[in-house]
């Protein structure tokens, strides 16, 4: 099985910043990574699909990128609505989760 | 709208079974995969159990393998998991999601239901 780890776990920012999250493959998976996020006692939302395809309805803010084994979340300028925890998943493997807290 | 809705979590006793269910409604249920995703409290996700859209192919974690089956009824539009020999690591909000195959994600999740194994 593919195993997906995230880092940093926690990210600490302030709004108005800039941040990436890391998201890495044990094999290569082409482009085949989505990015959710999760917010407390809610399901996870898709945001980016196939490492880079913005999910329709969500903020151009957001950006992903990469491909084969390591990908990138990058969100260009924090909203306070963006505090939240932050997932990579390639088919049926999710990584550990990056909690990004202000 | 897409929604999906679960049912059936609640308190259960060690080595007992549950039937989870999910209602589909706003989509064609029988034009997507589905899949259960799970998280334990404070946990980052995890897969259970996924079933294609014709019912042919079915897939299971190695954690609940020979346990838990999965199970959909198209007409219905309606999704199950049957847990067995419920173990306390199995303690989790279950969730329900459409799996896109052709680009390998989850696009949309119901809300959840919380099952609880514990003596």
């Known amino acids: 099985d593919i195993q997906m780890t995230q880092s940093p776990s926690t990210l600490s920012a302030s709004v108005g910043d800039r941040v990436t999250i890391t998201c890495r493959a044990s094999q290569t998976i082409s482009r085949w990574l989505a990015w959710y996020q999760q917010k407390p006692g809610k399901a996870p939302k898709l945001l980016i699909y196939?490492?880079?395809n913005l999910e329709i309805g969500v903020p151009s803010r957001f950006s992903g990128n990469g491909s084969g084994t390591e990908f990138t979340l990058t969100i260009s300028s924090l909203q306070p609505d963006d505090f939240a925890t932050y997932y990579c998943?390639?088919?049926?493997?999710f990584g550990q989760g990056t909690k990004l807290e202000i | 709208e897409v929604q999906l809705v679960e049912s059936g979590g609640g308190l259960i006793q060690p080595g007992r079974s549950l039937r989870l269910s999910c209602a589909a409604s706003g989509f064609s249920f029988d034009d997507y995969a589905m899949h259960w995703v799970r998280q334990a409290p404070g946990k980052a996700l995890e897969w259970v159990s996924g079933i294609s859209w014709n019912i042919v192919d079915t897939a299971y974690a190695d954690s609940v393998k020979g346990r838990f089956t999965i199970s959909r009824d198209n007409a219905r539009k309606s999704l199950h998991l049957q847990m067995s020999n419920l173990r306390v690591e199995d303690t989790a909000f279950y969730y329900c999601?459409?799996?896109f195959g052709s680009g390998s994600y989850y696009d949309h999740w119901g809300q959840g239901t919380l099952v609880t194994v514990s003596s």
């Open positions: 998943q390639q088919y049926n493997s």
């Open positions: 196939k490492a880079s």
């Open positions: 999601a459409t799996y």
